[in-house]
């Protein structure tokens, strides 16, 4: 799971990768850095003698760093149930586009965040898919079909047989929606687009039309803000309901930003982010909204340079 790595330098240059790793394991960059620092601590915890004798620091400490996710992902079951509604992945800003470029702003130089590569395997849907899987399963799957690494190294982190990690990883791929075309997304700018304008002008009809019949909207305040308990099903009753939002919170500012690498909306109120809202989008409109508000995890949006 890494090349030969002896040096300081070389240990340090590890940690973007167990970052990235940890949080698609976890959904969470709070607790993914914690699961890095751990595995971290674990290292420099060791006698230097068995430093030596390690070929590959790289491979140690994703390894460790894969096993600290999987227990703190078997213990994930009790802590949502003990949440206070819905629970969702923390979501990330494209660091550049939201005036964070280089690491900077309120979460600071070097921040967890800043070193998490956007692309398709950190997309809200993506991670929500990846939510329903068993520890085993998701640990597998996301360390081979994410991050290419072999079943038999992936063995020792869930301490079973690679043939029995081949297994776990292909279970956790009948979970994910591979029928669907990558392509189908490529309106969904100009849908999120779409959504904003209905939504400033309070037009219940054209976000009616914008959204699936069979839609669902899943909020997340953590019990620390406002959001409704549990998802909201069908168009038409979240059309009502967003709307309702707005006549609530006059003043309500929405940004179309990128929300794990893909079209979102921010919503703010007197430049304090409010909500970051992901989007699911097929056949040229919404089927899901994920709606984060719990402001513990809007750290990352908390603010930006202009």
Not at 24 to 31: D, F, K, M, T
Not at 103 to 118: F, K, N, R, S
Not at 164 to 183: E, H, I, T, Y
Request: aromatic share 6%; hydrophobic share 45%; charged share 25%.
């Amino acid at each position: 799971m890494g090349g030969v790595v002896t040096g300081t330098d070389g240990i340090a240059g590890e940690r973007s990768q167990l970052i990235n790793v940890a949080y698609r394991l976890l959904g969470s960059v709070s607790e993914a850095e914690d699961a890095v620092q751990d595995a971290y601590a674990r290292w420099y915890g060791l006698p230097q003698s068995r430093r030596k004798d390690i070929l590959s620091s790289g491979a140690w400490l994703t390894t460790v760093t894969g096993r600290i996710c999987l227990d703190l992902l078997g213990s994930a079951r009790a802590r949502r149930e003990r949440y206070v509604g819905a629970w969702l992945p923390e979501p990330l800003p494209d660091r550049a586009e939201w005036g964070l470029a280089g690491g900077a702003g309120a979460t600071g130089p070097g921040d967890p965040a800043d070193q998490i590569v956007l692309d398709e395997s950190v997309s809200m849907a993506f991670l929500v898919v990846l939510e329903s899987m068993t520890p085993a399963e998701r640990v597998a799957f996301v360390l081979h079909d994410v991050f290419r690494y072999p079943f038999a190294e992936i063995a020792g982190v869930v301490g079973r047989t690679p043939a029995a990690c081949k297994q776990l990883a292909a279970s956790a791929r009948r979970r994910v929606d591979v029928s669907r075309d990558p392509g189908a997304a490529d309106g969904r700018a100009d849908v999120v687009r779409r959504v904003k304008e209905a939504w400033e002008t309070k037009d219940i009809a054209a976000l009616v039309g914008v959204l699936d019949p069979a839609a669902v909207m899943t909020a997340d305040g953590g019990g620390m803000v406002g959001a409704v308990p549990r998802p909201v099903e069908g168009g038409a009753r979240i059309a009502q309901y967003m709307v309702a939002i707005a006549d609530k919170a006059p003043g309500l500012v929405l940004l179309e930003r990128s929300v794990n690498g893909v079209p979102g909306l921010v919503a703010e109120r007197d430049d304090v982010v409010m909500t970051v809202a992901s989007f699911d989008v097929s056949d040229g409109r919404v089927t899901r909204i994920w709606a984060v508000r719990n402001p513990e995890k809007l750290r990352p949006w908390a603010a930006r340079r202009d």
